[in-house]
């Protein structure tokens, strides 16, 4: 007989709130509900407002990425203005967004997921001890260097913007502000240090070695080599995650999507995957097949958030942020439901490498499935295929003090335009309307709200919603199993919503 109970599940060390309830019977996630516990009405707030309001403002939706937020507005700008930002504008607006991604992924991965192995459910775990004395918060030797050496990084973003966070640095047409030769050399040798750090702590290697790791196979081989990349941190990683079967966990809908991002400018060194003008391509994909990808097939459902109604799901240039109270049972996140072509997908670093034909990953997926370990794989060494490129952008500015950083843009005053990046969580997208200089209409799409979806008008499950199913919980009181399997999307629920319901949660289930 079954003896479903469920759980609401309080997640912390994620960005914003989040609640999670989930059905376990006997031991084993049968169903799961995301809310993101918040209303985000930044939308609203720019309605009325000059166009490039949006580039001061909607930085503010975020602390943490708040540097993707402004290259989002500013694309956005630029296809309204009809202007192409210069080389030079180019390679800025890329260096400032890598670095920021560079330190989410360090701190989330070394401060958010990997104190989970440090935990007491892990204290008969023969590799506990070691997980405590490199992750324990505040005190992980690991855990003390991953905030010393992001902070690094984000000086990077200090000295091209002026500030981090909420920069408004970028302009249509371009950006403020060109570093001076000082200035860039400070730069290559704040890079040159962290990846220094990154190679010795992280990888265990260089990372031309790590690049040459591009099956399963050669994983396992790589481990073999050298203690080094054993006591790795990527190493421990992956000794404890099989261990605990973060292998076998996490695995959801198959289906992963990325805008694309980092243009790259002309005359680079720089190469993109099979003779892309992105460094990170855009493509749907079902982990097998990848299909070009179409912005025109994106859509949002709200028939079980908690926002004004939609008959269908509508594309994000005809959507509303309109927020409801009151509403009925089934409604149960503040959280809209992205779907691509009428279906769930998700983004991050494991969907950008399987869009792009990553080798590692790909092989890795096909043997596992977008397992915890796997996404949380990905994460940790995008760094490595991000580092060189940030190199090289860094010294081909240098070579040459000149060099436009902008272009003049025509009036502001009539049209509709997009901003599509890959932020550090995956497909982040502002779409923009403006008559007469005012923006009338401005939607977000954040890469949470793609992840956390709550169902759609189909019943069909969100990314991590799914991704829970299956899940073993061993202590419902410490249920750090779904922790793990929730975590490894990067949660990021500050840009998702931003006002708190206090109703009885009764009234906001299924």
Known sequence: MSKTKRYEIPLNRVEGDLEVRVDVDEGVVTDAWSSGTMFRGFENLLLGRKALDSLVVTPRICGICSTTHLLAAAKALDMVSGVQPPPRAVRLR?????????????????????????????????????????????????????????????EIVAIIAGQWP??????????????????LLQCR?????????????????????????????????????????????????????????????????????????????EGTDVAGPDGSNLLV?????????????????????????????????????????????????????????PR?????????????????GDPLLRDLFARDGAATL???????????????????WIAEIGESSAGDTYVPYGALEEGSGYGLIQAARGALGHWVTVRG?????????????????????????????????????????DPVEAGHVIRSFDPCLVCAVHAIDRRPKGTQTR
């Not at 709200?302 to 109604?309: E, G, I, Q, R, T």
Request: glycine share 8%.
């Open 94 to 154: 890329n260096i400032a967004l890598m670095a920021e991604t560079l330190q989410s992924d360090l701190r989330h991965s070394v401060l958010f997921f990997l104190p989970d192995l440090a935990g007491s459910a892990y204290r008969r775990n023969p590799l506990f001890d070691e997980a405590v004395r490199r992750f324990e918060p505040t005190r992980g030797e690991t855990w003390i260097e991953a905030i010393v050496e992001t902070k690094k990084i984000l």
């Open 166 to 183: 909420h920069s408004s640095f970028m302009v249509p047409g371009g950006v403020a502000y060109s570093p001076h030769a000082t200035e």
């Open 189 to 265: 040798y704040i890079l040159r240090r962290v990846r220094d750090w990154y190679e010795s702590r992280i990888l265990g290697c260089s990372i031309q070695r790590w690049q040459d790791v591009r099956s399963a196979a050669d994983l396992d081989a790589w481990l073999a080599e050298r203690a080094a990349h054993r006591d790795s941190t990527i190493g421990f990683l992956l000794d404890f995650g099989h261990r605990i079967g973060l292998d076998e966990t996490g695995r959801g809908h198959d289906s992963f999507l990325s805008y694309g991002s980092l243009e790259l400018p």
């Open 281 to 337: 391509p855009p493509g749907y994909s079902d982990g097998a097949t990848t299909y070009a990808f179409d912005q025109a097939l994106i859509s949002e459902d709200v028939s079980h958030s908690l926002a004004a109604d939609y008959d269908t799901g509508l594309h994000p240039v005809e959507g509303v942020t309109a927020p409801v109270t009151g509403a009925p049972g089934l409604r149960y996140s503040w959280v809209k439901a």
């Open 340 to 356: 691509y072509d009428g279906k769930p997908a998700e983004t991050g670093p494991l969907a950008e490498a399987l869009v792009a």
């Open 374 to 392: 796997v996404r949380q794989l990905a994460r940790l060494t995008r760094p490595a295929r991000m580092m060189s490129a940030m190199e090289t």
């Open 437 to 477: 200089g005012a923006i009338t209409h401005y939607q977000v799409i954040t890469p949470s709200a793609w992840n956390g979806s709550p169902r759609d008008g189909d019943g069909v499950r969100g990314p991590w919603e799914e991704a829970l199913v299956g899940t073993v919980i061993a202590d419902a009181d």
